[in-house]
C-alpha cells in the first residue's frame, strides 16, 4: 500500500489541484492510501470529503513581509505546526509528500524532511513565493508551471508540467447554465471572478459601473460567501437588483458548475492566481485580469504581465480600477473581435491538459525510487 500525503494552502487555488493529481494517482495505482493535512477551512473539509480523502489539520504562520501584528503571533503558530506536523506524519509514514506551496505546507515540508520522506512541490506562479522557495530548498523534485520559474530553483530538481486544473473544465455545457439562469445567449455574457473567497475591490468596481455594464452586457458575479450581501447592497444602491436586469451575484460558484459558466462566458474578468488563468486557459476565454496587489511577491501581477507580453489577456492595475477604464477595457473587448479572437486563441497556451498527468507521475516515480 502506497500512502501519500497532500498539502496545501487552504483556498481554491492549492485544493483544487491537490485534488486533480491525487485523481490521477489513484487512476494509475489501485494501492493508494491518501491524506491531506491543511489548515481547517470550510473549503479545505467539504472537498477532501466530497473526494473522499481524509484529513488532518496543523497550526500554520503565515511569513509576511509587511509590518503586522499578526507577525508576532504566527511567530508561536509556525513551532507549534512543526510538531504536530511531525506527529502526523510519524504515525502515518508517508512513502511521499505531494506539496501545493502555501504556508500551510511549510511545517509539513518540514516534517517530511526531518523524517527523509520524500517531497515533491508545486509551483504555479512565475514567481515563487516565501514559502515555495523554503518548500523547494527541502524537495526532491520540483514542478513548475512557466519556464521562467527555473532561474528560481535548482535545475536538476525542476521538471516543466503546467497547472494541474480539473480534467473537465473545458467540458462545460454553455446551454445548462444559459438556461439555469434563464440568460439570453442574444447578450454578451460577462463573469467576474474574484477568487474562492471574492475580492472586495473588484465588488465595489462592478457594482458601481453595473447600470452601464448591464445596457451591454449580462453579469454573472461570484461575489465570495462572506462579501455577497454587501455586495447585493451595493448593486441595489446603484439601482439594479440581483438576479434581474441582467445581473446574477453568485456567492460561490461551485466546481461542478465553474466548467458550464466558463463555457458561457464571452469575457472572463478574474484576478491573477495560476489556477484562475488555467481554468480560463482551458477554455479559451479572454480576459480582464486585476492581480492581487498584496499577493506574495507580486506573483499575481507577474503571472499577469507575462500573460500580457504574449498577447494572451489585457492586464488592469487594481489601482486604475475606476469606472471609465473598467467599462472601457470591457467595451473594447466586445466591440473588438479581432482583439478578443486573438487573446482568446493565444491564451490556450496556459492550458496543460497533462499536467495532473505528468504531476501524479512524478510523485509515483518518487515512491519507486
Known amino acids: 500500500m502506497i500512502r501519500i500525503v497532500l498539502t496545501g494552502g487552504g483556498t ?63 511567530l508561536f503558530k509556525i513551532p507549534i505546526g512543526i510538531i504536530q506536523s511531525l506527529w502526523h506524519l510519524l504515525w502515518y509514514m508517508p512513502d511521499v509528500v505531494f506539496s501545493k506551496g502555501g504556508y500551510v505546507s511549510v511545517p509539513v515540508a518540514f516534517a517530511a524532511w526531518v523524517y527523509s520522506i520524500p517531497i515533491l512541490t508545486h509551483e504555479s506562479d512565475s514567481v515563487p513565493g516565501v514559502a515555495n522557495r523554503v518548500i523547494g530548498s527541502m524537495s526532491d523534485r520540483i514542478a513548475i508551471s512557466y519556464p521562467s520559474t527555473r532561474r528560481y530553483f535548482s535545475e536538476k530538481k525542476v521538471f516543466l508540467t503546467g497547472n494541474p486544473v480539473r480534467d473537465d473544465i473545458d467540458k462545460g455545457d454553455k446551454n445548462n447554465f444559459l438556461k439555469k439562469y434563464n440568460l439570453t445567449e442574444s447578450r454578451p455574457l460577462i463573469l467576474v471572478l474574484g477568487g474562492s473567497q471574492g475580492a472586495r475591490n473588484i465588488n465595489v468596481a462592478i457594482t458601481a459601473t453595473l447600470a452601464e455594464l448591464v445596457k451591454i452586457c449580462q453579469v454573472i458575479h461570484q461575489t465570495g460567501e462572506l462579501k455577497y450581501e454587501e455586495t447585493v447592497k451595493m448593486a441595489r444602491e446603484s439601482g439594479i437588483k440581483e438576479n434581474r436586469d441582467g ?123
Open 12 to 74: 481554491g487555488g492549492h485544493i483544487f489541484p491537490l485534488v486533480s493529481v491525487a485523481k490521477k494517482i489513484r487512476e494509475k495505482e489501485s494501492a493508494i492510501e491518501l491524506l491531506y493535512i491543511g489548515s481547517d477551512n470550510d473549503l479545505e473539509r467539504r472537498v477532501m470529503s466530497e473526494n473522499g480523502i481524509p484529513t488532518k489539520y496543523v497550526m500554520s504562520g503565515k511569513m509576511r513581509r509587511y509590518s503586522s501584528l499578526a507577525n508576532f503571533s504566527d
Open 247 to 369: 445581473y446574477y451575484p453568485i456567492p460561490f460558484i461551485e466546481s461542478s458548475e465553474m466548467k458550464d459558466v466558463l463555457a458561457a462566458a464571452d469575457v472572463v474578468i478574474s484576478r491573477a492566481g495560476a489556477n484562475s488563468i488555467s481554468e480560463i486557459a482551458a477554455n479559451g476565454k479572454p480576459a480582464i485580469l486585476i492581480p492581487l496587489p498584496s499577493a506574495a511577491n507580486n506573483h499575481q501581477g507577474m503571472n499577469a504581465y507575462y500573460l500580457a507580453e504574449n498577447s494572451s489577456a489585457i492586464v488592469l492595475e487594481e489601482s486604475n480600477l475606476g469606472r471609465n477604464m473598467l467599462v472601457q477595457k470591457i467595451e473594447s473587448l466586445l466591440n473588438d473581435r479581432e482583439l478578443r479572437e486573438r487573446i482568446s486563441e493565444n491564451i490556450k497556451e496556459f492550458y496543460h491538459a497533462d499536467a495532473p498527468d505528468k504531476i501524479a507521475q512524478g510523485i509515483i516515480d518518487l515512491v519507486n525510487g
